[in-house]
């Protein structure tokens, strides 16, 4: 029969594994100390730089309540008569306030054993994702007439009706927006122009006009967007106090999934700290161009156009 929480003993080995590459791991080891033997979750014994020891003393507690400042007095009283280079305190059920403060004084690293889809680990890690947001908050499509007397006729029309080659004109106007939101500074009001070599045909509803131009207008706005995500690792650890996740070489940080109807306006963006060593962050931006139709195809225009304005003027924050 085993032994409470030797599920998570193994777990955690598994993952000092992982994390520590070379070095040996033990399990249940005994160690001398000046009372007698005393047992080791999970030990990791390495060689330092200039040829050394290095001795790592691991416990783990898999209990149903967050851990207490008692069990980070005991590790750390174990630490000293050990003689342990470091200690660190895994919970499968998270920690207290106190005991949160209590190792961060001492020098105990806690953290929490991550390994994605294995039950043996309960805590769930959840992080508020902030993304730029870059969109296109109103539109006019504008259509030039070879012919002065067709331009009465275009004041009387849906964007859903304008076809080039029976290829829906919107679906094009969609796809250039996205690519100019790649480019905006902020805030902005477009105007797009786009000439014709010679004139083209384009069929509004049932009649066809031939056009010199075609172009569009777009009022674009920036901001952020947030939601809360769930974090997870294949084989890594959460560091309760640097609020960080550790992933070992070879494993795989997995954030998400997004949830696209959870994304809400936050009043600013994500704090960007400089990196430090072996760190990473994630930068997301969402891009909302003219909306685009289902079910139509893409006109293909490029070749068609002679020459292209773009001008994009920078709006004066209210």
């Known amino acids: 029969m085993s032994k409470l929480g030797e599920t998570y003993q193994t777990i955690v080995a598994d993952v000092a594994r992982a994390l520590n590459p070379g070095a040996t791991i033990e399990v249940g080891e005994w160690i001398m100390g000046p009372d007698g033997d005393r047992e080791v979750d999970v030990s990791v014994h390495g060689e330092t730089d ?3 020891h290095h001795f790592i003393l691991i416990e783990c507690k898999d209990h149903k309540r967050p851990i207490g400042i008692a069990v980070v007095d005991a590790l750390d009283s174990k630490r000293r008569d050990l003689k342990a280079d470091a200690a660190v305190l895994y919970s499968n ?3 207290t306030a106190q005991a949160l403060l209590k190792a961060h004084r001492v020098g105990i690293q806690i953290v929490s054993a991550m390994t994605d889809g294995d039950k043996g680990t309960r805590g769930t ?6 993304a730029g947001r870059r969109s296109v ?3 006019r499509m504008v259509l030039y007439p070879a ?6 006729f275009l004041d009387r029309y849906d964007y859903a009706d304008v076809y080039f080659a029976d290829a829906l004109l919107q679906k094009w106007i969609s796809k250039e927006s996205a690519s100019i939101l790649e480019d905006i500074p902020g805030p902005c009001e477009v105007k797009a122009y786009y000439e014709f070599k010679s004139p083209q045909p384009l069929r509004i509803r ?17 901001g952020w967007l947030g939601q ?4 997870s690792v294949t084989k890594g650890v959460f560091d309760h106090i640097s609020r960080r996740v550790t992933v070992p070489d070879q494993q795989l940080y997995l954030l998400g999934p997004f949830d696209n109807e959870a994304w809400r306006e936050v009043s600013q963006g994500p704090d960007d700290p400089e990196l430090e060593l072996n760190t990473f962050s994630i ?7 003219v909306p685009d139709i289902e079910g139509h195809c893409s006109p293909f225009l490029e070749p068609y156009i002679g020459n292209a304005k773009i001008e994009i003027g920078i709006q004066d924050a209210a």
Do not use: K, N
């Open 50 to 52: 200039d040829g050394g």
């Open 137 to 139: 908050d109103s539109y």
């Open 125 to 130: 890690i959840t992080r508020f994702f902030v």
């Open 206 to 222: 049932d009649t066809q006009i031939m056009m010199r131009a075609i172009g569009f207008w777009l009022l674009c706005g920036t």
């Open 93 to 95: 059920s998270g920690f």
């Open 228 to 231: 809360t995500v769930h974090v």
């Open 283 to 289: 930068g997301l931006t969402l891009f909302y161009p």
């Open 147 to 152: 012919e002065a007397g067709d331009a009465q």
